[in-house]
């Protein structure tokens, strides 16, 4: 269980070094972005290998009902995630236009998803401390730059590439789970 805590607690902690300590971050230079693609690769590392030896206790186990309620926010969330994919001053989705932050806010359908489908400690450490984080960056982000200004639609072309970017990863995403033993088809 502890490289499952040590791994969030550098997940969150890499992630928001830039927001709660800007002028350190601005000194590392270029070479800032490497040490914190490396602590992000070793969070990851900590987090899976944490998360498939962590014991604890069962509150809940997953159903057919939950099993569904988590695909369906799957679904929603991949595609919210993909409408903030777009490089910034390009034209994006309808959503995209709408939503300032899509990819944290697809990234927290996604850990809420799992947090109902998955009733046990190691869930609600991982899934609960990555919402957290999640929830915690926009925050941050409204707090520091309040001003937003909504980018331009795509049309209908930007609506078409979203969906199908989506809906490949998400496939994708499922037979990986699949493949690691974890049925998300129920």
Do not use: C
């Not at 679904?75 to 939503?99: C, D, E, H, M, Q």
């Not at 072309?157 to 690691?180: D, K, T, Y």
């Amino acid at each position: 269980m502890i490289l499952l805590i040590l791994g969030v607690a550098l997940w969150i902690a890499a992630h928001l070094f830039k927001r709660l300590a800007p002028e350190a971050r601005a000194q590392m230079g270029d070479k800032g972005k490497g040490l914190v693609a490396l602590a992000l690769f070793a969070s990851v590392v900590l987090m899976v290998l944490g998360y498939r030896w962590a014991g604890g206790a069962f509150y809940w186990g997953r159903s057919p009902a939950l099993v569904g309620i988590n695909n369906l926010l799957m679904v929603v969330a991949f595609y919210i995630y993909a409408s903030g994919a777009t490089p910034p001053g390009k034209p994006r989705n309808w959503i995209g236009t709408r939503l300032r932050h899509p990819q944290l806010i697809g990234f927290s359908i996604w850990a809420f998803g799992h947090l109902i489908v998955n009733g046990d400690v190691a869930s609600f450490i991982l899934f609960g401390g990555l919402l957290a984080w999640a929830l915690a960056e926009i925050a941050l982000i409204n707090r520091a730059e309040p001003d937003w200004t909504p980018p331009a639609h795509g049309g209908t072309a930007s609506e078409i590439r979203i969906a199908v970017i989506a809906a490949v990863v998400l496939v994708v995403v499922m037979l990986i789970h699949n493949w690691l033993g974890y049925r998300p088809w129920g």
